[in-house]
């Protein structure tokens, strides 16, 4: 499953202004920003790569590393 359950609604993204947040599992992950690309491109827009990051969950301890 993509996202969480919030009311029985799957959410996979959160905007906020100028700003998107993306959940999804890694391989999901990769197709939502292809469709946030294309979708934004045939809006005159561009996603700054450079303010653009990714974060990490999981429910199991991942230690960074060296």
């Known amino acids: 499953m993509d996202g969480f ?3 029985g609604v799957n959410i996979n993204n959160l905007r ?3 700003d998107t947040t ?4 890694e391989q999901k992950l990769q ?3 292809d469709v946030v690309v294309e979708k934004s491109e ?3 827009l561009d ?3 450079k303010k653009s990051f990714v974060i990490v969950f999981s429910k199991n301890a991942i230690k960074p590393g060296p």
């Open 5 to 7: 359950q919030v009311g």
């Open 16 to 18: 906020y202004a100028d």
């Open 22 to 25: 993306l959940i999804a599992d």
């Open 31 to 33: 197709k939502l920003m």
């Open 42 to 44: 045939t809006k005159g």
């Open 47 to 49: 996603i700054n790569k």
